[in-house]
């Protein structure tokens, strides 16, 4: 099975992106024909500072690779190193009805809470389905929030596909109903732009303080507690099979333990899951010429996989 999913480097990363893909990625590389991409011009959406979009980019390639991407068993590149996906996100654009678009919520939210139309902001889902199709993907690993823009790239393919015949796969949404929306500190979804994020690198002290920052309600220690209202218990709950979450389930319950102490738990949950990833982030950190160098030799591959496809595009479209 073919597997592909990106990223934005357009922030640091998060406990939400973790469990929302890029826990998945990581294990599919095993089982699959993974593709996983850095996708610097969605980015480039929100990003307009080009340095820090440039450091950015080489930082989310580092976490990935920190937390057990391996470019062995997989395909890893930054988006703008294949320039093929602009060509066919012009090719897919004239198959692309503007109510379709007109339709996606994640341009709706955005234009809500009012950043500026544009044609990138826009456009942004016929990008992503270039993405998807020009690798040929049966499967999307996604939050929640990408799953409307998969259908999208299926809808567009189904219609490239009526006028040309089967030349694209169609690909199916994969989300995981567990971890589809990860909370932030609030209790709302987690989110780079909202501010409410437990990052992932993150400096230890940095994190304690997020952690701590968690909204609780004013539930004394000695009282029961209620897990499945409790910002802290959502996101604890993510690290724990099902046993161990009965067991906090049941503190909760018992009262008696209070949010202080469940919050230096995590933490420490936290830093013990991920102290492997976060000592291998500070090698790589020290050798970028070394992040280069594999997605350098990333591009070349997924380069080569798409050649064959978008010759077939071309001539199907005239443009060869
Ligand atoms: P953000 O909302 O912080 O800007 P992105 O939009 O860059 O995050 O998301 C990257 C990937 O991580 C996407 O697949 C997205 O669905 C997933 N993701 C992001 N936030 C969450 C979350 N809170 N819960 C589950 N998945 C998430
Ligand atoms: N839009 C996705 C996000 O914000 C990132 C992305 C770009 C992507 N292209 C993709 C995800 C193709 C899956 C497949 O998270």
Redesign the pocket.
């Known amino acids: 099975m073919r597997v592909l999913?990106g990223?934005?480097p357009?922030?640091s990363l998060?406990?939400?992106?973790y469990?929302?893909?890029?826990s998945k990625m990581i294990t599919y590389q095993e089982e699959s024909e993974l593709f996983c991409f850095i996708a610097n011009y969605h980015a480039q959406t929100s990003v307009s500072d080009g340095k820090l979009l440039a450091r950015g980019t080489i930082e989310a390639a580092a976490n990935f690779l920190a937390l057990g991407m391996d470019p062995e068993k997989s395909t890893f590149w930054v988006q703008s190193d294949v320039p093929e996906v602009q060509e066919l996100t012009w090719v897919l654009s004239n198959f692309t009805p503007m109510g379709l678009l007109e339709r996606c919520h994640s341009y709706k939210d955005k234009i809500g809470k009012g950043i500026a139309a544009n044609h990138g902001l826009f456009a942004y889902p016929v990008l992503m389905t270039a993405d998807i199709l020009l690798f040929q993907s049966e499967t999307v690993?996604?939050?929640?929030?990408?799953k409307q823009h998969v259908e999208v790239a299926r809808d567009i393919a189904i219609k490239f596909n009526n006028e040309y015949g089967e030349i694209f796969t169609l690909p199916q949404p994969e989300i995981d109903d567990d971890?589809?929306?990860?909370?932030?500190l609030d209790g709302q979804?987690?989110?780079?732009?909202?501010g409410n994020?437990i990052d992932l690198f993150a400096e230890e002290k940095a994190l304690r303080k997020q952690i701590m920052r968690i909204v609780t309600d004013s539930t004394p220690v000695e009282e029961p507690k209620n897990p499945d209202t409790c910002n802290v218990f959502q996101i604890y709950r993510l690290f724990l099979d099902k046993s161990q979450q009965d067991e906090l389930r049941k503190r909760y319950l018992a009262g008696g333990t209070g949010y202080g102490e469940i919050k230096k738990r995590l933490f420490e949950y936290f830093i013990a899951t991920f102290s492997d990833a976060r000592a291998r982030y500070e090698e790589l950190q020290a050798d970028p010429g070394e992040i280069e160098n594999i997605l350098a030799a990333g591009a070349e591959e997924a380069r080569a996989t798409v050649s064959q496809l978008m010759g077939t595009v071309r001539e199907a479209v005239g443009t060869c």
Not at 19 to 22: C, D, N, P, R, T
Not at 141 to 146: A, L, M
Not at 189 to 194: E, N
């Open positions: 999913s990223i934005q357009s922030g998060h406990l939400g992106n469990f929302g893909m890029m690993p996604v939050g929640k929030d990408q971890v589809a929306t990860v909370p932030g979804k987690m989110s780079k732009s909202y994020t």
